[in-house]
């Protein structure tokens, strides 16, 4: 078993509709919870982080973690065709931990 | 804004190559990581380093070295490339246990 799992999609989804997006977990260990975007041919850029349970907005986007359930989300909201993108979960203990990511197809 | 920089956007080299990618940061991080990233796989860590000339094997290290002799440099080492390195090859760094900044990425192709 992975240690982090990710629904790989793909994706599709009309401009204007929310994206979810979630992965799971298996170490209680980990700590810090992120959200990476990648665009095509480009490395990962950081969107989020959090370290603890709860949710975190940051303009359109909304980041949830539930260790209880050992289950993180991010949410997009008002999507863009510029939001189109792989979204790599990624997790920390002593070193970073990534889903496979989910690739993301936002429709004008 | 940290810049991380890698040699080559893309390489193709022959079987049984010793093959370098080289890999600069510009901010002092101590921290700097080498992953891969394959379809379905993710991003998957080969080795890491938190000081100069300290190294230490991630989830995927056979084939693989590392070398770190300045703060800012890291460079990973294909001792005999395969087929089966064929891959996306990623280098970070980071100051701090989530703050990771990536490379644009080196898209290596064994023949």
């Known amino acids: 078993q992975k240690e982090v799992e990710q629904d790989p999609g793909p994706l599709s989804v009309p401009e204007g509709a929310i994206v979810s997006l979630n992965c799971t977990y298996s170490?209680?260990?980990?700590?810090?919870f992120m959200w990476y975007r990648q665009y095509s041919r480009k490395g990962p850029e950081l969107l989020m982080y959090?370290?603890?349970?709860g949710n975190k907005e940051d303009g359109r986007f909304t980041a949830q973690v539930d260790k209880s359930s050992k289950y993180i989300s991010l949410f997009i909201r008002d999507s863009q065709p510029s939001d189109s993108a792989t979204y790599l979960c990624a997790m920390v203990n002593y070193k970073l931990s990534f889903g496979a990511g989910t690739t993301v197809t936002v429709r004008a | 804004d940290v810049k991380v920089t890698q040699s080559s956007r893309y390489l193709v080299k022959r079987t049984g190559e010793k093959v370098f990618l080289e890999c600069v940061q510009d901010m002092d991080h101590e921290n700097m990581f080498w992953y891969r990233q394959d379809p379905g796989l993710g991003l998957r860590l080969i080795y890491f380093?938190?000081?100069?000339?300290?190294?230490e094997k991630g989830d995927i290290p056979e084939g693989y070295s590392v070398s770190r002799e300045k703060k800012e440099r890291f460079s990973l080492i294909l001792e005999s490339a395969s087929t089966n390195q064929t891959s996306m090859y990623l280098c970070?760094?980071?100051?701090?246990?989530?703050?990771?900044?990536f490379g644009s990425g080196t898209r290596l192709t064994v023949v």
């Open positions: 970070a760094s980071s100051p701090t246990n989530y703050g990771y900044t």
């Open positions: 380093s938190y000081d100069v000339k300290m190294k």
């Open positions: 959090t370290y603890s349970s």
């Open positions: 170490n209680s260990a980990f700590q810090y």
